[in-house]
């Protein structure tokens, strides 16, 4: 219960906090155990922003670089294909 109350006042106070206390919550949250981290998950929307150093469960990447991986393939996708030109 101790691991619920502390996710519930993380979310009730996401907003308040500042980008150091971010990144030490993502960084022990990413350490623990599968199950805390689905709690962690189902409670803060972990791609609001600030919490770019967390690495969700099933991952091995963290936030900040499936949102980098995510813009990239978005600008792949809309890249218009060039088609050599016949001579």
């Known amino acids: 219960m101790a691991v619920e109350a502390a996710i519930t006042q993380i979310a009730e106070n996401l907003d308040t906090l500042t ?31 600030g919490l770019d150093n967390y690495t969700p469960v099933g991952s091995t990447v963290n936030v900040g670089e499936r949102r980098t991986l995510v813009v990239i393939g978005a600008v792949l996708t809309a890249m218009p294909v060039i088609a050599p030109r016949r001579k």
């Open 19 to 49: 980008t150091e206390q971010l990144d030490e919550i993502a960084l022990v949250v990413s350490k623990a155990p599968p199950e805390v981290k689905k709690k962690f998950e189902s409670k803060i929307n972990i791609f609001g922003g």
